[in-house]
């Protein structure tokens, strides 16, 4: 995809243009006091070649030390104008450029809070980083390196020609009869140096691209002997990259040089027509001497003008990029008509009660909870309305391959169901369903009765707490990931869910405590206490209902046991979904739901499931029997972006 | 100035060879540098005589050869100019193509243990950032730092001929200018370095939000990482402000004080020509020189960040180019004729680099030419380990792993890898073609040769599928292979390679059964007259091998035939089991 990142279009595009203006709207009168500074400073600009002209016709000529005086006087006002001026012009400009740039990188983040997690199965996360960082930075650099000098580099030729004009009409014309010949020295430059740019871009990636691919393929080219070929490719590309620039560098040796050059042109063509004038028609000495002054000062701006045209026509293609980000399609669960402030208060009215059965005050709950008899639990939540139900629910993620196929089962409140079936058998699948990550394809999910349509989409995911095999930690401290930005949640309800699942112990013993770092996704924690951690963050919002991807890592036996004790804790008396790969786990739960090919093909207990001899007693015998031995049961994690892999070390090609 | 004293220690004994190669175009760049400068300050001098004249009086004639001589010098100093461009800058760039190549060269020297703790971004960031700042040294750097000393010397030269005293007051501010661009130039720098760190945090913030996108919508996380990103975000901007504050006054300060020259040139001039004591000309040649000095005295400021730079970066650039290869040939290594492909490991003990726990212990069995030896054993238990010490990616210990009876270490490292043909776990595809990708390891392959080693890969009826045939690009440009087919790719890429023993590390595990049973056959013949090691979960893949080796966290368990195994009733027998069932379900 770096090809498309590539592509330079036109410089300038009306559409796109409108539409990065409009984010200058908020600072309409900065952008205007900016204006009329950088007129100011032009206008000051000007002035100096008169005030020479000035001191050597009416002072010098005069022999009028007074007079001379006077023009230093205000050469030094206009001095200080001018460093006053060319400040505030460039601080202002800069602050709203910055500013714009806030807003353009927040608008984006929000829009990837928005959009469906489909949208992250497609586009790879490297592309998505290169729109909020990269292409906002090529932005940045058109509004500090290119439009203010722009408006700048205008207002100054035009002042300097409307100079001239009052000086001298004739000279003008003179003068500025070697402009035919700067316009086709510069255009002819652009033009070869655009092209010339471009292919240094190219080069430039080009080699790049080799060099990391070399570098993570390292250990492939040294087994293959690859490294005197490989080295002479690289000698190609690099010397690519080199002719490339020495385009440029032949090209900019011409261009400077002849520009020069016909600035020299029109010094002596004042030389020699307005030394006449001078001689005959009676101009000033002064007016010959500011006139070269100011055909100085006019050959600046212009040599730069190719450059700013490069970083308009980068800036264009960046600002296309990110507008077609900002302009994918929402979420629909996102969409404004669930999140209205009055459906999700009523959405949250239905989901308390659910959830404010289970205390916050977990030593109490626990104890009432293990009083009441299992089988009467049981009966008495079949009794009520379902908590979760699956309504022949089909779903594909791409084409017509159906990962679920008219799934139908129903969860009790208070009820746990393990969902069993081997790799890629659906039941990640059906998991994100529940959180609505995905529309089903066909079929319909209700939640305490309610299509999941019908939920405010935060409600819902504030009643359906989730745990994940692979535990997604933040940056942060130990106590901001166990509170998740539920501000209104106390630090002694964070340790008090933490003692309940067992993980304040280690917790006590990091530095720090609670106030611990967590760096690189929890890197320095070990795999038992990542999953604690989760066990602790998801105990401590006090779901209704429980998602539990359960991890197959495997820790040492005293961690397991902790692990199993906690999980008992987090699923007491709470509507529970376990995609199980632990026995003692699937013993624990009240019904099993086998999913087999997209399908469920058995529902039962644990006892019924194995009275009946099928695909419950096969799985149970492969996964839960000899999963020990030399096979490798560990399930591919489908639900987040990290796959599980081998430990680096210990393949023969850790790069490749 | 304090940019000396580095700059002389920069261009060491390292540097030196990298210019040295082209100082003769050097010399006459520089040489070019001095004359297109000496000849342009021949200007103002023409002018001030054309000045005087029409000051007192003059033909037209005259002035038309003013004109000419004016236009004349400018000519001449523009052709210099080029010449200057066309060998200092050329060669700079010539010089950065040279240091990179050799950067590449050593890096392909380096042992596979470096690359596991250097990070690429690292690596590339000293390939590229590095190399550039060590070319702008070397290029711009060096011209504009000879332009300065000649405009400086000449003009400061000329205006001290004019008027001593108005030079010593209108220069005063000029060493201002420079310090002006050092000073503000450095902390521009700086700054610029801090907007950079504050970048990579939002970077990662954005990094972090998008990996995590599920948890984030599960816990209803959006706002709050809304607001993080926006702290962030605002922190970025504060630097940025930082910044704007600082190097919003450079451009004003300098121009203020090149202005202030410009000022007492005037004022003081003024009254001299009014004093009589110079001419008009004089003076306006006087002002000129003055806006000659301008940019040269920022460049200087510019050119001493640029050597502090180029130095810093070059100090980079040597350090990874002392890191010494940890793997290389013996002095005396034999390049032995020929190779039967006989294995031993003998009570092999391997420890990874910083690792207390040992991946491999007393492992001790021999593996007869032409034989095929399976290693079975769950994950992490030292297969691929074992694996990757016969080509050295790590040294094992002396005397613990030998082919044909020498000691791999005591071998041609380059000889030794032509001997072994190997599949790694983990296929790298390079953003070649196909064909390439096939024939990496063996760069003169016939298009036969490539088609047969894809078809007994299995992987003939999928190209057939793809776009181009054999000719379709993978990788970044162009299709992305499945698992199954880039561990296809990488089994045809074995084959081609034809050498006397074949490493098969777990090649077939995302291929289904069928597609298995079909490669299997197809490198039966392959195996015949080879000796083979192969790593593999599936039973049915290793049952036929001569030896069957279960390894469980670094030791030999069992060992035998799959009859003597199976036989035992351990671990190798359970995993048969197991499999056995999976087949059973999987046809359900």
Sequence with gaps: MTHDDEVLGRAYDRRLMRRLLGYLRPYRSQVLFAGAVVLGDALVQLVFPWLTKEAIDNGIRHHDAAYLDHVALVFLGLLGAGFGLGYLQNQVMQRVGQHVMLDLRTALFEKLQRLPVAYYDRNPIGRLMTRVTNDVDVLNELVTAGVGALFGDLFALIGIVVAMSRLNAELLVVTFSVLPLIAIVTIVFRVKVRASFRDIRTRLARLNAFLNENLTGMSTVQMLNREPRNFAQFRDVNAGHRDANLTAVFYNAVFFPVLELVGALAVSLIVWYGGRQVMWTGITLGTLVAFIQYTQRFFRPISDLSEKYNILQQAMASAERIFDLLDAPEDPALAPAAASPAARRAAEATARPAGAAHATNGTAHAETAGAAHPEARRAAARAAQPCVEFDRVSFAYLGDHLVLDDVSFAIAPGERVALVGATGSGKTTLASLLLRFYEPTRGEIRLDGRPLAAWDVHALRRRVGLVLQDVFLFSGTIESNLRLGEDALSHDALERAAREVHAHPFIERLEGGYAAPVQERGATLSSGQRQLLAFARTLARNPGVLILDEATSSVDTRTEQLIQDALKRLMRDRTSLVIAHRLSTIQDVDRIVVLHHGRVREIGTHAELLARNGIYSRLYQLQFMSGRTGRDTGERPEMDGEQATEPVVDSPFPLA | ?588
């Design chain 2, 1 to 588: 100035m304090k940019g000396a004293r580095p700059l002389l220690r920069g261009l060491d004994a390292r540097l030196l060879p990298y210019v040295t190669r082209y100082r003769r175009g050097l010399v006459w760049g520089v040489t070019c540098v001095a004359l297109t400068n000496v000849i342009a300050l021949a200007q103002p001098q023409v002018l001030r005589f054309a000045i005087d004249d029409l000051y007192r009086g003059v033909t037209a004639e005259k002035l038309g050869r003013y004109a000419i001589i004016l236009f004349a010098i400018a000519l001449t100093a523009a052709v210099f100019k080029y010449w200057m461009r066309q060998s200092v800058i050329a060669i700079s760039r010539h010089i950065e193509y040279d240091l990179r190549n050799d950067l590449f060269a050593h890096l392909q020297r380096l042992s596979v243990s470096y690359f596991q703790h250097a990070r690429t971004g690292e690596i590339m960031s000293r390939a590229t950032n590095d190399v550039s700042a060590v070319r702008m040294m070397l290029g711009p750097g060096i011209m504009y730092l000879v332009n300065t000393a000649v405009v400086a010397v000449v003009s400061i030269g000329f205006m001290l001929s004019i008027s001593p005293r108005i030079a010593l007051y209108a220069l005063a501010p000029l060493p201002l200018v420079s310090l002006c661009a050092w000073f503000f130039g450095e902390r521009i720098h700086r700054r610029f370095e801090e907007i950079q760190a504050q970048f990579a945090m939002l970077s990662a913030k954005v990094q972090e939000n998008l990996a995590g996108v599920r948890v984030v919508r599960a816990f209803t996380r959006e706002r709050g990482e809304s607001d993080e990103f926006r702290d962030l975000n605002r922190d970025y901007l504060d630097k940025n402000l930082q910044l704007i504050r600082t190097s919003g006054l450079f451009y004003p300060a300098l121009a203020f004080l090149s202005g202030t020259a410009a000022l007492l040139a005037l004022y003081l001039g003024g009254r001299e020509v009014i004093a009589t004591h110079i001419t008009l000309g004089q003076f306006v040649a006087f002002t000129w020189y003055l806006g000659m000095l301008n940019w040269p005295m920022v460049a200087l400021g510019w050119v001493i960040n640029l050597f502090q730079r180029g130095v810093a970066s070059f100090g980079r650039l040597e350090q990874l180019l002392e890191v010494e290869p940890a793997i290389v040939s013996a002095p005396d290594a034999v390049r032995p004729a020929s190779c039967r492909g006989e294995i031993e490991f003998r009570d092999l003990t391997f420890h990874y680099p910083g690792v207390a726990a040992p991946a491999l212990e007393h492992i001790s069995f021999r593996v007869r030419a032409g034989q095929t030896v399976a290693l079975v054993g769950r994950t992490g238990s030292g297969k691929s380990t074992l694996l990757a010490l016969l080509p050295r990616v790590f040294d094992p210990p002396p005397g613990a792993v030998l082919l044909d009876g020498h000691d791999v270490r005591d071998v041609d490292v380059a000889w030794l890898r032509a001997q072994i043909a190997c599949t790694p776990q983990e296929t790298f595809l390079f953003s070649a073609t196909l064909a390439e990708n096939v024939a990496y390891g063996a760069a003169d392959a016939s298009d036969d040769a490539i088609r047969r080693a894809a078809s007994i890969a299995g992987l003939d009826s999928d190209v057939s599928g793809f776009p181009d045939g054999f000719e379709t690009r993978v990788g970044e440009r162009g299709i992305t292979l499945s698992g199954g087919q880039k561990q296809r790719t990488a089994i045809a890429r074995a084959v081609l390679r034809d050498a006397p023993l074949l490493v098969l590390d777990d090649c077939l595990s995302s291929v289904d059964t069928h597609t298995e049973d079909a490669i299997l056959h197809g490198l039966r013949g392959e195996m015949r007259g080879r000796t083979t090691l192969l790593v593999s979960h599936r039973v049915s893949t290793v049952r036929d091998a001569d030896l069957i080796v279960v390894l469980d966290a670094g030791r030999v368990v069992e060992q035998g035939t799959h009859a003597e195994l199976m036989a035992a009733g351990g671990a190798y027998a359970e995993l048969s089991r197991s499999q056995q069932l999976e087949e059973e379900l999987e046809a359900s």
